[in-house]
């Protein structure tokens, strides 16, 4: 008789726990199946933006300026040419670093519910003025003489007068962007931000070409990549 007892003791014991535990274990494996449908709902809803024009259309410049830009001085060109080249290649690496940081931070935003946060707008800020930075001191290396870098320090001073009122402009905008309720989500800014370089890569030969007018007796006799202009 005492054995029966204790089996019904151990029973009811044994129900009384998983009426505690059931719950916990179905609301968790509800939560993963919710989870692993959004992140299944974000891998199929949009092109990654790694995929977006912005990055096709800076390799095309690069193609253009390696193969299409000629100017009559050798030595101006090889300047701009490396100037332009390195540019382009810093803005492609940076906001392609920024593409994918972007799609994993919508990744987490969505799975777990969050829809408010600074990093499109911090990351953005970020990605511009490293770009800024990293364009002003490229050529701060071994890899340049000190013949070179004099030359780069005048064409970049007159580079810079056109094309830094341009980055503030981005600078001012991106933030009206990350903040507005007319689009969706992040990816749909991100995009918009995206497209925006696309006018501001597309002046920036338009800069250079400005600058080259600007340059006449400057850099005369230096030399540059081993050719004198």
């Given at each position: 008789?005492g054995n029966?007892?204790?089996?019904?003791?151990?029973?009811?014991?044994?129900?009384?726990?998983?009426?505690?535990?059931?719950?916990?274990?179905?609301?968790?494996?509800?939560?993963?199946?919710?989870?692993k449908?959004?992140?299944?709902?974000l891998a199929?809803?949009?092109?990654?933006?790694?995929?977006?024009?912005v990055?096709?259309?800076?390799?095309?410049?690069?193609?253009?300026?390696k193969?299409?830009?000629f100017?009559?001085?050798?030595?101006?060109?090889?300047?701009?040419?490396?100037l332009?080249?390195?540019?382009?290649?810093?803005?492609?690496?940076l906001?392609?670093?920024?593409?994918?940081?972007?799609?994993?931070?919508m990744?987490?935003?969505?799975?777990?519910?969050?829809?408010?946060?600074?990093?499109?707008?911090?990351?953005?800020?970020?990605?511009?003025?490293?770009g800024?930075?990293?364009?002003n001191?490229?050529?701060?290396?071994?890899?340049?003489?000190?013949?070179?870098?004099?030359?780069?320090?005048t064409?970049?001073?007159?580079?810079?007068?056109?094309?830094?009122?341009?980055?503030k402009?981005?600078e001012?905008?991106?933030?009206?962007?990350?903040?507005?309720?007319?689009?969706?989500?992040?990816?749909?800014?991100?995009?918009?931000?995206?497209?925006?370089?696309?006018?501001?890569?597309?002046?920036?030969?338009?800069?250079?070409?400005?600058?080259?007018?600007?340059?006449n007796g400057?850099l005369?006799?230096?030399?540059?990549r081993?050719?004198?202009?």
């Open positions: 008789m029966v007892e204790i089996g019904k003791e151990i029973v009811t014991g044994v129900f009384a726990v998983l009426v505690v535990i059931l719950p916990i274990i179905l609301t968790y494996r509800f939560s993963e199946k919710k989870k449908k959004k992140e299944e709902a199929t809803s949009h092109v990654k933006l790694k995929h977006h024009p990055f096709a259309r800076l390799k095309a410049y690069q193609s253009y300026i193969t299409g830009f100017l009559e001085n050798k030595g101006k060109q090889e300047v701009f040419r490396n332009l080249l390195n540019e382009i290649q810093i803005r492609h690496d906001l392609m670093e920024l593409a994918e940081e972007i799609e994993q931070c990744s987490h935003c969505l799975v777990e519910g969050e829809d408010e946060c600074n990093k499109l707008y911090n990351r953005n800020l970020e990605c511009l003025r490293n800024v930075e990293a364009l001191r490229y050529y701060k290396t071994s890899d340049y003489t000190a013949d070179e870098q004099r030359v780069l320090d064409v970049m001073a007159k580079f810079n007068k056109w094309y830094e009122p341009r980055i402009r981005l001012e905008t991106i933030p009206l962007i990350c903040g507005s309720r007319f689009y969706a989500d992040c990816y749909t800014r991100q995009a918009v931000i995206f497209d925006m370089y696309l006018g501001t890569i597309a002046d920036m030969i338009s800069d250079a070409e400005k600058t080259i007018s600007e340059i400057d005369r006799g230096m030399v540059f081993g050719i004198t202009i």
